[in-house]
């Protein structure tokens, strides 16, 4: 098993450009989740889903969609880039989702490094 | 405000001394994680504790959860060099998504 991988690893845009941050798991996992982290801060939850077709906001969601239209993937879209996203991004899966018997251990990728000039 | 917050901070020590920390969290809990992340690299998890466990081992790892202070400690044994890095606790308090503190930077000199 892959695990979870996310595409690319680095990314600079400019300010206004639009992108798509991928994330894949190989995990059969119901839950994914994408969250930022700013330098020597914890992680911040952008988006959730709990299975395909269904997706839920966090505590950041401003600039970002998703959608979830298969189990394996969650790609994460900038809008509208702004020097405020600048951060790092990590996707994570888990099963099962949060809240029931069993869940907890959440399965993190490498993360995507994106710089906004 | 954040479910989890880790204290301290910050901690440095030698290798060979154990290390402390610990995480607060405000409402009731399915369960609490501790990960450890490791400069520039995503996070990896390290163990798991019920709400209705008390304590649990792995290898030189130990966390112990007291839900009446609704706090956690992770103890590290024997530290090494290779400890140094960010460790975070994150909550399940049966909402939706799971709830990550700010984390504590551990530093082991050798």
């Known amino acids: 098993n892959a695990g979870v991988t996310q595409t690319p690893k680095f990314q600079v845009l400019k300010t206004g450009q639009s992108m798509t941050l991928q994330c894949a798991q190989d995990?059969?996992?119901?839950?994914m989740s994408w969250y930022r982290q700013d330098p020597g801060m914890g992680l911040r939850l952008i988006h959730y889903?709990?299975?395909?077709?269904?997706?839920d906001q966090g505590e950041v969601p401003n600039g970002y969609n998703v959608s979830r239209s298969t189990t394996e993937d969650f790609p994460l879209r900038l809008l509208s880039a702004a020097p405020s996203q600048t951060s790092v991004y990590f996707c994570?899966?888990?099963?099962?989702?949060?809240?029931?018997?069993?869940?907890?251990?959440?399965?993190f990728g490498p993360g995507t490094r994106l710089t906004v000039l | 405000s954040q479910q989890g917050e880790e204290d301290p901070q910050a901690l440095s020590i030698q290798e060979g001394e154990n290390a402390t920390m610990n995480c607060s969290y405000k409402?009731?809990?399915?369960?609490l994680q501790w990960y450890r992340q490791n400069s520039g690299r995503g996070l990896v998890h390290l163990i798991l504790?019920?709400?209705?466990?008390r304590e649990k081992h792995s290898g030189r790892l130990r966390v112990t959860l007291d839900t009446s202070k609704k706090s956690s400690s992770l103890l590290i044994t024997a530290s090494r060099a290779a400890d140094t890095a960010s460790y975070f606790c994150?909550?399940?308090?049966?909402?939706?998504?799971?709830?990550f503190g700010p984390g504590t930077r551990l530093s082991v000199l050798p």
């Open positions: 994570a899966s888990s099963y099962p989702s949060p809240g029931l018997a069993g869940s907890g251990t959440q399965y």
């Open positions: 409402t009731s809990i399915n369960n």
């Open positions: 504790i019920r709400s209705n466990e």
């Open positions: 994150a909550t399940d308090n049966y909402g939706q998504n799971f709830v």
């Open positions: 889903s709990v299975g395909a077709g269904i997706t």
């Open positions: 995990m059969n996992h119901e839950y």
